[in-house]
């Protein structure tokens, strides 16, 4: 709604603007033609220069009495024109004229017709804008009326309002005789392939499956997190059954011009009926399908573009084969009418790769560059849980790239590592230059983290520890690997992270006895944890098994919303405190138990800036002659 008459406001406001401003420039013009060119002069004034043979031409307009006289050629562009008006008695004036051979008429035709030049362009011109586009507006508007639906084509009709033919649709639909991608470039999802290859082999024989009675899903929605491969498998579907390939995106429908959202989607449809059978795939299906009643702020365009797509995949006929593919990161933002029966009736899920699917990812997309045969991209996998398949591709190109620049004739082991770090944590920052203190405090920092976790029983193998600063603003890391992947965290191992990201903190606290604001970000993610543990887990005494919260989107790591009730809420403030406090104390504890360690391995780190988990761990676990002397009391 709001959005809506926004837009309209604005195209209403724009050719405001412009026919004002075509009558501004008109006005002025004239203005300055007259101000410029016209000298108005007495009659007695204009006598004395007849007498003088200063004028050259001499136009009378017998109607208003006005004389106009110039004083040298009128085409010559200095000449100045004067005017005067006619003394009623002078009979003698053209005799006067003859005597000084000026030329003389009685027609001005320049005079009227300017007048009526001014008139016409300064009001006849902008009103005749107005009128046109008015006009045109009529006419969509009755079009529209006759059409299938007269609220979305009104607004196209306001839409091209003023601003030429941007009425018709120009949907820039992509219909991809060969997308040349099948299910072999698509790694891992195996069951989404599962799920898809029906789909597939509908697409290839409809008349096999209508022959039974039997009804294709009309439409399927690919659900997961950004880059996981949802646009390739749709395409890859596509290119199984050897059928087009239409992609429009969400995005598109909600445009800058109000309506055309509107007519791209009759456009979509209108050319996959003809195409038939084909697969017709809208990406980012959220921003047109969002569910209607959220919240009090409606999108009017949206809505209407929700419902032409709606009617649209009710329209069309089942047994010629167009499958409708959706892809959303939010599925729990979508309108529920787009999920019922018999429209993306099929939720497929598409979720982040693991171990064996990362490693599978990875493979397909080393085959694209030239690797030396020893490259391992396992461990590449194995320092990557959470990467989705975009990033693991992006992570094979980023290691092509980096072996240009190092003059490698093939992309190294080394190349691969380092281009991790950059996909992950963000480019090597060049340009930071860090004091020698702080590169201290942020070694001091990093190593405390990757001493609380080497301490702790079950937690993943440091991989890493550098106080080299990315791009994304981390002025240092510690990376922990897991051998491999597992699903279920226990409580335990969250207390745990959360003591390990403590651990920073910690450090600089016993060291120099100062906070800094290195450690806001371990303090955003162990906050996380500890209010998922409480809210969402139920893995406190104080609440046990309730759900006090609830996640908004999964995908996107949306926030959790708390449902409970105000002193609730304020018993949840004070139990997270207390689980992040009680991490915090154990990093506290640990750090001092290792605090030679801990000065030993920053202090290495620092003149290395980057050292390996064996590194680390070779120091750490060499027997000083003393045991680290666990404090009894903090
Ligand atoms: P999404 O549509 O889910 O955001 P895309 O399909 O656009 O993700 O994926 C982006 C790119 O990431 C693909 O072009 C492909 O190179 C790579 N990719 C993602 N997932 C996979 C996968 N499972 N197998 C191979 N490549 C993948
Ligand atoms: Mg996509
Ligand atoms: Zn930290």
């Keep these: 709604?709001?959005?809506?008459?926004?837009?309209?406001?604005?195209?209403?406001?724009?050719?405001?603007?412009?026919?004002?401003?075509?009558?501004?420039?008109?006005?002025?013009?004239?203005?300055?033609?007259?101000?410029?060119?016209?000298?108005?002069?007495?009659?007695?004034?204009?006598l004395t220069m007849v007498e003088q043979n200063k004028i050259k031409e001499v136009e009378l307009n017998t109607g208003t009495g006005i004389i106009r006289f110039t004083d040298g050629d009128t085409k010559d562009k200095d000449t100045t024109i004067y005017e005067t008006t006619l003394f009623p008695d002078d009979d003698g004036l053209v005799a006067r004229l003859q005597q000084h051979e000026v030329k003389f008429s009685a027609q001005i035709p320049d005079t009227r017709n300017d007048l009526w030049i001014y008139?016409?362009?300064?009001?006849?011109?902008?009103?005749?804008?107005?009128?046109?586009?008015?006009?045109?507006?009529?006419?969509?508007?009755?079009?529209?009326?006759?059409?299938?639906?007269?609220?979305?084509?009104?607004?196209?009709?306001?839409?091209?309002?003023?601003?030429?033919?941007?009425?018709?649709?120009?949907?820039?639909?992509?219909?991809?005789?060969?997308?040349g991608v099948t299910f072999k470039d698509v790694a891992g999802q195996d069951e989404a392939k599962e799920s898809l290859q029906e789909i597939a082999s509908f697409l290839e024989d409809p008349k096999k499956y209508s022959d039974i009675g039997a009804r294709c899903p009309r439409g399927a929605l690919l659900v997961g997190p950004p880059g996981t491969g949802k646009t390739l498998l749709a395409k890859a579907v596509a290119g199984e059954a050897n059928v087009p390939f239409f992609q429009i995106s969400g995005s598109e429908f909600v445009e800058m011009f109000v309506g055309r959202g509107a007519a791209k989607v009759r456009d979509l449809f209108k050319q996959a009926n003809e195409k038939a059978p084909c697969i017709v795939f809208i990406d980012e299906i959220d921003t047109v399908g969002k569910r209607r009643d959220a919240g009090l702020t409606t999108n009017d365009e949206r809505e209407q573009n929700l419902n032409k797509l709606l009617t649209e995949m009710d329209g069309f006929d089942n047994n010629k084969g167009i499958v409708v593919l959706g892809a959303t990161n939010m599925p729990d933002s979508l309108d529920i009418a787009l999920t019922r029966p018999g429209r993306f009736d099929r939720r497929i899920p598409v979720e982040l790769p693991d171990l064996a699917g990362r490693e599978a990812i990875l493979n397909i997309h080393a085959h694209d560059v030239k690797m030396e045969p020893n490259v391992d991209l396992s461990i590449v996998a194995r320092a990557t849980p959470g990467a989705s398949g975009?990033?693991?591709?992006?992570?094979?190109?980023?290691?092509?790239?980096?072996?240009?620049?190092?003059?490698?004739?093939?992309?190294?082991?080394?190349?691969?590592?380092?281009?991790?770090?950059?996909?992950?944590?963000?480019?090597?920052?060049?340009?930071?230059?860090?004091?020698?203190?702080?590169?201290?405090?942020?070694?001091?920092?990093?190593?405390?983290?990757?001493?609380?976790?080497?301490?702790?029983?079950?937690?993943?193998?440091?991989?890493?520890?550098?106080?080299?600063?990315?791009?994304?603003?981390?002025?240092?890391?510690?990376?922990?690997?897991?051998?491999?992947?597992?699903?279920?965290?226990?409580?335990?191992?969250?207390?745990?992270?959360?003591?390990?990201?403590?651990?920073?903190?910690?450090?600089?606290?016993?060291?120099?006895?100062?906070?800094?604001?290195?450690?806001?970000?371990?303090?955003?993610?162990?906050?996380?944890?500890?209010?998922?543990?409480?809210?969402?887990?139920?893995?406190?005494?104080?609440?046990?098994?309730?759900?006090?919260?609830?996640?908004?989107?999964?995908?996107?790591?949306?926030?959790?919303?708390?449902?409970?009730?105000?002193?609730?809420?304020?018993?949840?403030?004070?139990?997270?405190?207390?689980?992040?406090?009680?991490?915090?104390?154990?990093?506290?504890?640990?750090?001092?138990?290792?605090?030679?360690?801990?000065?030993?391995?920053?202090?290495?780190?620092?003149?290395?800036?980057?050292?390996?988990?064996?590194?680390?761990?070779?120091?750490?676990?060499?027997?000083?002659?003393?045991?680290?002397?666990?404090?009894?009391?903090?």
């Design 1 to 46: 709604m709001e959005m809506n008459n926004k837009k309209r406001r604005q195209s209403m406001i724009l050719y405001v603007i412009i026919a004002l401003a075509v009558m501004l420039a008109v006005q002025q013009t004239f203005a300055t033609f007259q101000r410029k060119s016209i000298k108005n002069v007495s009659y007695s004034e204009f």
């Design 390 to 634: 975009a990033d693991l591709a992006n992570m094979i190109n980023e290691a092509a790239l980096r072996a240009v620049r190092m003059g490698h004739r093939r992309v190294t082991q080394e190349d691969l590592v380092e281009s991790v770090d950059v996909v992950i944590a963000g480019e090597k920052k060049k340009s930071t230059v860090l004091s020698e203190h702080e590169k201290q405090v942020v070694a001091y920092h990093e190593t405390g983290h990757a001493i609380v976790a080497a301490s702790q029983k079950g937690s993943a193998p440091v991989s890493k520890i550098t106080i080299v600063p990315r791009t994304s603003g981390a002025l240092g890391f510690t990376m922990q690997v897991d051998e491999d992947e597992h699903f279920l965290t226990t409580a335990q191992e969250m207390r745990d992270k959360i003591a390990v990201l403590c651990g920073g903190r910690a450090a600089e606290e016993i060291i120099f006895g100062e906070a800094t604001n290195g450690a806001s970000n371990d303090i955003q993610k162990a906050t996380q944890i500890a209010r998922a543990m409480v809210t969402q887990y139920g893995m406190t005494e104080r609440f046990g098994m309730v759900a006090l919260g609830q996640q908004r989107n999964r995908y996107l790591g949306g926030a959790s919303e708390l449902t409970c009730s105000e002193g609730t809420a304020e018993d949840i403030d004070k139990e997270v405190q207390r689980i992040v406090e009680e991490g915090h104390r154990e990093a506290l504890d640990t750090l001092r138990a290792h605090r030679f360690k801990l000065h030993e391995i920053s202090r290495y780190l620092q003149r290395k800036e980057t050292i390996t988990g064996e590194e680390f761990m070779r120091i750490f676990t060499r027997d000083d002659g003393f045991a680290p002397t666990l404090p009894t009391m903090s």
């Design 119 to 179: 008139l016409l362009l300064s009001y006849g011109l902008p009103i005749g804008i107005m009128v046109f586009f008015g006009w045109r507006l009529n006419r969509r508007m009755k079009k529209a009326m006759d059409g299938d639906d007269p609220s979305m084509d009104f607004s196209s009709g306001f839409g091209g309002f003023g601003m030429g033919n941007l009425g018709k649709s120009n949907a820039k639909i992509v219909g991809e005789k060969e997308t």
